[in-house]
């Protein structure tokens, strides 16, 4: 998590694009929050638009955390107890961008407090601890699924067929009534940044994670391995 927190301080040149294409795009969307969601909810009867929002309706619970990240830590244990060690590593950093991300993003929700679409106070109404519309938590948790099954496939086609999917579930959310383009925007990006900072670090043996069963007890959990 202190990784994921430090990153966008220690990024390099090349991180640089990245980073301030992330903030000047999510500030553009800010100040044009309103008119993008009007926008978007005049389009939703026309076809296109209804089929991308009914194909992020289709894909909405992905973006949920608890139910998903149980059945990801299910399949790490699963396939790291039948040696498939490939497997496992997937779904090892999914299950562990989807924690830190979880955990990054509700301190930054409580503190920025921003109204919902639904509430009808407008784009720019915030109240700590109160709304919770920034970021959009469906937005960064699809990312990072999309994010980790692209790196490890590999493929251009499969990747962009992942984004796409997770473009149709941020689409949605704007649909629905439940965040605002920037509060997608950014949620895409932080979910993005975070498997990326994950990915990372497991590929430079930074931390192991694995699950383990007591052999006494049978009580299950998750073991670090820390190299020094």
């Known amino acids: 998590t202190w990784s994921v927190v430090k990153a966008p301080f220690q990024?390099?040149?090349?991180?640089?694009?990245?980073?301030?294409?992330?903030v000047g795009g999510g500030l553009l969307l800010f100040a044009?929050?309103?008119?993008?969601?009007?926008a978007i909810q005049d389009a939703r009867d026309r076809p296109v638009?209804?089929?991308?929002?009914?194909?992020?309706t289709f894909l909405e619970p992905l973006g949920n955390v608890g139910g998903p990240t149980v059945v990801m830590a299910g399949a790490w244990a699963?396939?790291?107890?039948?040696?498939?060690?490939?497997l496992a590593l997937v779904f090892q950093e999914l299950v562990n961008s989807q924690l830190i991300g979880t955990l990054t993003r509700h301190v930054v929700r409580g503190f920025v407090?921003?109204?919902?679409?639904?509430?009808?106070e407008g784009p720019y109404v915030f109240r700590p601890f109160e709304y919770t519309s920034f970021p959009s938590g469906h937005a960064s948790t699809i990312t990072q699924v999309a994010a980790v099954l692209s790196h490890h496939i590999g493929n251009p086609w499969a990747s962009g067929l992942l984004y796409a999917g997770a473009g149709t579930v941020m689409v949605q959310r704007i649909t629905s009534d439940a965040h605002w383009a920037s509060d997608v925007w950014f949620g895409?990006?932080?979910?993005?940044?975070?498997?990326?900072?994950?990915?990372?670090?497991?590929?430079?043996?930074w931390v192991?994670?694995?699950?383990?069963?007591?052999p006494v007890g049978g009580g299950v959990g998750i073991q670090a391995r820390i190299p020094f």
Request: aromatic share 8%.
């Open 11 to 22: 990024g390099g040149r090349d991180d640089l694009p990245m980073l301030t294409g992330g």
């Open 32 to 38: 044009f929050d309103q008119e993008i969601y009007d």
């Open 49 to 56: 638009m209804g089929a991308i929002e009914d194909v992020g």
């Open 78 to 86: 699963v396939s790291a107890g039948l040696g498939q060690d490939r």
């Open 113 to 120: 407090g921003r109204a919902r679409p639904r509430d009808g």
């Open 188 to 205: 895409a990006w932080w979910g993005y940044g975070v498997s990326q900072v994950v990915i990372a670090a497991r590929e430079a043996d």
């Open 208 to 214: 192991e994670l694995q699950p383990y069963v007591e």
